[in-house]
């Protein structure tokens, strides 16, 4: 069992959907990461968290560290929100400033 | 602007042959990693480095090497010792974290290495 698990793997939606991606991880950890890996292949880096709640635009995610869960909701999506958004967590155990990656959500937003 | 430039972006490599893959930034980071990519998987770690002159394995280091002898500079060698390299690589870079403190890591736009 991975220690990052993503679901749902793929997920399409029309444009204005409230979108939501979940994220479960096993270990203690000091923070998550919240990605966008766009088709041409870059990463750009769209949170990190360790408590709460944060917002930026259209994006909201959410950790709860008792249950070991985040979510990243997409409010009134539109195709530009296209791409695959990756959920990457630094355990506390782990030496260094190392991130252990989940598999990432395919997301398809339709016009 | 400051940023990742990795280099190049698509590159080939014939059986037995060695390829160095670019990676630079002038964000003044201490860190930077080597990540490999591969369809339906997260990324794997393959080599970091915190510190000039020094480097640690990742996850997925058996055919690769690295040297970090600037601050802003760490190429990644595929050697032929590397049987599947195939893959998306992707280079990043960030501040080193202080105790449990983090810092974001910013990526590269990477490199997809073919074998012909």
């Known amino acids: 069992k991975n220690e990052v698990e993503q679901s749902p793997q793929n997920l399409t939606a029309q444009e204005g959907e409230f979108i939501t991606i979940n994220c479960s991880y096993s270990?203690?950890?000091?923070?998550l990461h919240w990605l966008q890996q766009h088709p041409g292949g870059g990463i750009v880096s769209l949170f990190m968290?360790?408590?709460g709640k944060k917002k930026h635009g259209r994006l909201i995610a959410t950790i709860n560290i008792q249950e070991k869960h985040s979510s990243l909701h997409i409010t009134a999506s539109h195709p530009r929100d296209s791409a695959v958004y990756i959920c990457?967590?630094?355990?506390?155990?782990?030496?260094?400033?190392?991130?252990?990656f989940g598999e990432g959500t395919q997301l398809t937003v339709n016009p | 602007d400051g940023g990742i430039t990795q280099s190049p972006k698509y590159l080939f490599r014939k059986e037995g042959q060695n390829v160095t893959l670019s990676c630079e930034q002038n964000?003044?980071?201490?860190?930077m990693y080597w990540y490999r990519q591969d369809p339906g998987q997260g990324l794997r770690l393959i080599y970091y480095?915190?510190?000039?002159?020094?480097?640690q394995k990742g996850d997925i280091a058996e055919g690769y090497s690295v040297s970090r002898e600037k601050k802003e500079s760490f190429p990644l060698t595929v050697t032929s010792a590397q049987k599947n390299p195939t893959a998306f690589y992707l280079c990043?870079?960030?501040?080193?974290?202080?105790?449990?403190?983090?810092?974001?890591?910013?990526f590269g736009d990477g490199t997809r290495l073919s074998i012909l």
């Open positions: 990043a870079s960030s501040l080193l974290q202080q105790g449990y403190g983090n810092q974001p890591q910013h």
């Open positions: 270990v203690g950890i000091s923070a």
């Open positions: 968290l360790s408590s």
């Open positions: 990457a967590v630094r355990s506390r155990e782990t030496s260094g400033s190392r991130l252990t």
């Open positions: 964000l003044n980071h201490d860190a």
């Open positions: 480095s915190q510190i000039v002159n020094d480097f």
